[in-house]
């Protein structure tokens, strides 16, 4: 299936960033990482001493959006309970091996191809079996 470059996805956090006002942020986009984004927060003198703020960084370049926020922060990251940064990493990971937050599918009783979007919400992702709510999956093209 080809088509235009996705490079911004929307995601819901689990739990949400809760702000110095107490607003609680959950919904937001991530933009795919470019090489810059992964090489330059190498020098950064907080990833220098401590490499696991490496994550800290990055997601703060690539997050465009979250909630009424100005901007994304490492402040904001630092202060993201450990289940929203987990997903985020999560999402990081699965858009930028991918460039997409879709599986190719096929329809067991027609054998006709489509997309299946993979939960970005907080549910289970396809293949996790009944740990919560059936993520939305797009009709195969026979069902439109």
């Given at each position: 299936?080809?088509?235009?470059?996705?490079t911004?996805?929307?995601?819901?956090?689990?739990?949400?960033?809760?702000?110095?006002?107490?607003?609680?942020?959950?919904?937001?986009?991530?933009?795919?990482?470019?090489?810059?984004?992964?090489?330059?927060?190498t020098?950064?003198?907080?990833?220098?001493s401590?490499?696991s703020?490496m994550t800290?960084?990055?997601?703060?370049?690539?997050?465009?959006?979250?909630?009424?926020?100005d901007?994304?922060?490492?402040?904001?990251?630092?202060?993201?309970f450990?289940?929203?940064?987990?997903?985020?990493?999560?999402m990081?990971?699965?858009?930028?091996?991918?460039?997409?937050?879709?599986?190719?599918?096929?329809?067991?009783e027609c054998?006709?191809?489509f997309?299946?979007?993979?939960?970005?919400?907080g549910?289970?992702e396809?293949?996790?079996?009944n740990?919560?709510?059936?993520?939305?999956?797009e009709?195969?093209?026979?069902d439109?």
């Amino acid at each position: 299936m080809t088509g235009v470059l996705q490079t911004e996805f929307e995601f819901t956090l689990p739990n949400g960033y809760a702000d110095d006002d107490g607003e609680l942020h959950r919904e937001g986009a991530m933009r795919l990482a470019t090489a810059a984004d992964e090489i330059k927060p190498t020098k950064d003198p907080r990833v220098q001493s401590n490499p696991s703020y490496m994550t800290v960084i990055l997601l703060s370049r690539v997050i465009t959006d979250l909630g009424t926020l100005d901007e994304v922060t490492p402040h904001v990251v630092e202060n993201l309970f450990v289940a929203d940064l987990a997903h985020l990493q999560d999402m990081y990971e699965r858009i930028n091996e991918r460039g997409s937050d879709t599986v190719d599918a096929t329809c067991p009783e027609c054998g006709e191809g489509f997309e299946v979007g993979v939960a970005t919400d907080g549910g289970p992702e396809v293949g996790q079996g009944n740990a919560g709510p059936t993520p939305e999956v797009e009709s195969p093209p026979g069902d439109r």
